[in-house]
T-cell receptor, first 112, second 113 residues
């Protein structure tokens, strides 16, 4: 089944404790991206990747890192999480940046 | 950078009625997409309409695009309780030399039995 998976689905952590949210897709898509969704602000892009070893900042990249060592995986790294990073995070993949996006199920992160 | 803006923010209707949501945007686009999101879940792609198309259908969904008014509408006919969700438009537009897909803030639709 074609899908985008994210782990963990829920995470409660404390300020400053490094964490990684994994994202994996099995559709051989070149384009992958991370979004955060907050009430009243909609969906905002954090980082995206056009292909392996090619990543770039989206609209709200501060406090986040990503890597794309393999085509299928695109982890999101929070080196030192802060409470303002409490949000619902989505990973998405597609054939190209403007094509139909396939979204993962979301990761609800709470930073205390 | 917010490109598309949905209207209304929230819509409440009865089962069987039609639901219309609008999306307005600011700059020229290559295509416009509509997505649906059930509470707290990932977005699901519904339909894509290209800038040279005026109308597109998919089942009970009808999307129109008016590039002169920079607006699009999503019509759901004969709505069902299962259509309750948030609906987002996403615009593909050129920004700083490359095309970018930007999502609006969504319309929350409640369909009551």
């Amino acid at each position: 089944e074609a899908q985008v998976t994210q782990n963990p689905r829920y995470l409660i952590t404390v300020t400053g404790k490094k964490l990684t949210v994994t994202c994996s897709q099995n559709m051989n898509h070149e384009y992958m991206s991370w979004y955060r969704q907050d009430p009243g602000l909609g969906l905002r892009q954090i980082y995206y990747s056009m292909n392996v070893e090619v990543t770039d900042k989206g609209d709200v990249p501060e406090g986040y890192k990503v890597s794309r060592k393999e085509k299928r995986n695109f982890p999101l790294i929070l080196e030192s999480p802060s409470p303002n990073q409490t949000s619902l995070y989505f990973c998405a993949s597609s054939l190209g940046r403007a094509n139909e996006q396939f979204f993962g199920p979301g990761t609800r992160l709470t930073v205390l | 950078s917010q490109q598309g803006e949905e209207d209304p923010q929230a819509l409440s209707i009865q089962e069987g009625e039609n639901a219309t949501m609008n999306c307005s945007y600011k700059t020229s686009i290559n295509n416009l997409q509509w997505y649906r999101q059930n509470s707290g879940r990932g977005l699901v792609h519904l339909i894509l309409i290209r800038s040279n198309e005026r109308e597109k259908h998919s089942g009970r969904l009808r999307v129109t695009l008016d590039t002169s008014k920079k607006s699009s509408s999503l019509l759901i006919t004969a709505s069902r309780a299962a259509d309750t969700a948030s609906y987002f438009c996403a615009t593909d537009a050129w920004h700083s030399g490359y095309s970018t897909l930007t999502f609006g803030k969504g319309t929350m639709l409640l369909v009551s039995p």
